[in-house]
């Protein structure tokens, strides 16, 4: 099974940690990147005939935002062009600022059976420090709309100030209001947000704070029913992300619009992150791709350790050796035996001890030759 991914690279205004492909100045381009995206969706289509998919996601950007009738025409054009499996996830990302009840319905109508929705924070002043443009009432405006649905909720810790009473809020709202999924963020201040000077300013959390913000929302999240199935998502009944597992099993997925990425037959490969460069390229007929490599022999392997040591699934034996035609027990014994003190070892599969999946990357790295 594989995944697709839709790229929709607009927003109303840029929130101030916000690194992502999104352009709120560029709206005006709507109508001709979905002409081109729509080009870019039939070209791939023609060498992808004999895969499956089980999975749809629009994320962004703020795909809500475009004019619902963009997302309907998409959907409709990928049910056309791939195979897509009969009980599929389609998920679509959602602002609480940007949603009506004709849009959700005009969604259902395309299918979208699942809902991201970032509220970050239930707190109006810090939402506003953010820039995002949706207030708490908005969130539990938009969550009435979706009464009923598949819900996932996107929380942030890390944010400059926030209190454990913030983020306890947020969870318990999100939770009171149905959700049955919640990806938690660490706040990443990367170079060229505005929020990087409050990280060069030492105005944010340490790293400790934000590891004691996460046991404690860890611990919180328990109480209210969610495992956790990977180091930043929790969910309840069973309803894990399938399109974000499909990344953490190394499965193969299709990008499209700017900035997508894509991972098919070992070859990953990046679209342009610039909207112009994008259109531009597909009204010559051109694919939009500007990177492209194959990932070879332990550099596979690597990564299947890396992707699964993400998540409480662990990696499981039968699955590596299927894939890479040895036993991971024998290949490894070395660094198993070095990092014993980190890691939970069954008779099927071997994962990293609960109190260390936060700090995952610094064992994950020990893998690597
Ligand atoms: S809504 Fe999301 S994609 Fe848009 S600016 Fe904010 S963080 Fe970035």
């Known amino acids: 099974m594989a995944g697709i991914y839709i790229h929709i690279p607009f927003c109303a205004q840029k929130c101030t940690y916000c690194d992502f492909a999104s352009y709120p100045r560029e709206i005006g381009k709507c109508e ?110 938009a969550m009435k709309l979706l009464d009923g649905e598949n819900v996932s909720v996107d929380i942030m810790i890390g944010l400059e100030n926030q209190t454990k009473d913030q983020i306890e809020k947020s969870i318990r709202l999100a ?31 340490s790293e400790d704070e934000v590891a004691d913000f996460y046991d404690f929302s860890v611990k919180l999240l328990s109480t209210l029913g969610f495992s956790r199935y990977e180091v930043s998502n929790f969910c309840k009944d069973g309803k894990f992300s399938r399109h974000n597992l499909n990344y953490w099993l190394r499965g193969e997925y299709i990008g499209f619009g700017v900035s997508a990425s894509s991972f098919i037959d070992e070859r990953r490969f990046t679209n342009t992150s610039k909207i112009d460069e994008y259109i531009h390229l597909l009204l010559n007929d051109k694919y939009p791709e500007i990177f492209s490599e194959n990932i070879e022999g332990d550099e596979r392997k690597f990564e299947f350790i890396m992707l699964a040591l993400r998540t409480t699934r662990g990696i499981v034996f039968s699955e590596y050796e299927e894939r890479f035609g040895e036993k991971f027990m024998v290949r490894f014994s070395d660094r198993v035996k070095m990092l014993m003190p980190y890691l939970e070892i069954y008779e099927d599969c071997i994962k990293i001890k609960d109190e260390y999946l936060y700090v995952q990357n610094n064992i994950i790295i020990q893998f690597m030759d």
Do not use: W
């Not at 809500?64 to 309907?72: A, Q």
């Not at 209001?177 to 060069?200: D, F, N, P, R, V």
């Open 32 to 141: 001709a990147y979905f002409a081109v995206m729509y080009k870019e969706i039939k070209y791939r289509a023609k060498t992808l005939k004999d895969k499956v998919f089980d999975t749809v996601y629009f994320g962004g950007g703020t795909p809500s935002f475009v004019n619902e009738k963009f997302i309907y025409g998409a959907m409709k054009l990928i049910s056309q062009e791939f195979k897509i499996k009969p009980n599929a996830e389609i998920t679509l990302e959602l602002n609480p600022g940007t949603i009506t009840e004709e849009k959700v319905k005009l969604y259902k109508k395309a299918g979208i059976n699942r809902f991201s929705v970032g509220l970050q924070c239930a707190d109006d002043g810090m939402l506003q420090r953010l820039n995002r443009i949706h207030t708490t009432d908005d969130f539990v405006s």
């Open 175 to 205: 939770n009171d209001l149905g959700a049955s999924h919640i990806s938690l963020y660490s706040l990443k201040a990367e170079e060229g947000t505005i929020m990087y000077s409050k990280y060069l300013n030492g105005d944010l959390p």
